[in-house]
């Protein structure tokens, strides 16, 4: 997870900031220095900071995936059901489905979760299929999810 937390970077005014971004990561450093007492050049030099050390990996633009005619949503639970997969080549493979939005190793019963995103319920039974050929799968339809999803909280000192 990169490097250890540093209290000094990691400042109350640091944080304040990391909380910022979260809610709008487009927010100008005028806006942010507004809310958190500081001024836009001091909020862009410690945002550079924050990105060149890693705490900030990227900004994202979140889509209205109905809109784009996605609506069908699920999770899906998979485990291969013999070692004929090694677990670089079940990542590649994972990786290799653009329907696969998000993938998790997890403990318990299986071992990947999977997100998947995809116009259709007859391209979700197909993507089952392509999965079964490795293993066992066992699949979730999302009904309804978080629109906005809530921010870390920084740890303080």
């Known amino acids: 997870m990169g490097k250890p937390l540093n209290n000094k970077l990691l400042d109350s005014l640091n944080r304040n900031i990391l909380e910022e971004l979260q809610k709008d990561g487009r927010l100008p450093a005028v806006e942010i220095g507004r809310r958190v007492g500081l001024s836009a050049p001091a909020v862009a030099d410690r ?10 990996k990227g900004y994202r633009t ?3 995936l109905d809109k784009l005619g996605l609506t069908i949503r699920a999770f899906i639970f998979f485990k291969t059901s013999t070692a004929q997969l090694k677990h670089h080549e079940i990542i590649r493979l994972v990786e290799s489905i653009p329907e696969i939005t998000e993938w998790y190793t997890v403990t318990g019963n299986y ?13 979700l039974a197909a993507l089952i299929q392509q999965l079964e050929q490795y293993g066992e799968t066992n699949t979730s339809l999302i009904l309804e999810e978080n629109s906005d999803p809530k921010s870390v909280t920084c740890p303080a000192d």
Do not use: A, F, H, M
Request: no cysteine; proline share 0%; net charge negative.
């Open 111 to 123: 071992s990947i979760l999977l997100k998947i995103v995809t116009s259709s319920s007859e391209r």
């Open 47 to 56: 945002i550079q900071k924050l990105e060149d050390l890693g705490y900030i």
């Open 62 to 64: 979140v889509l209205d």
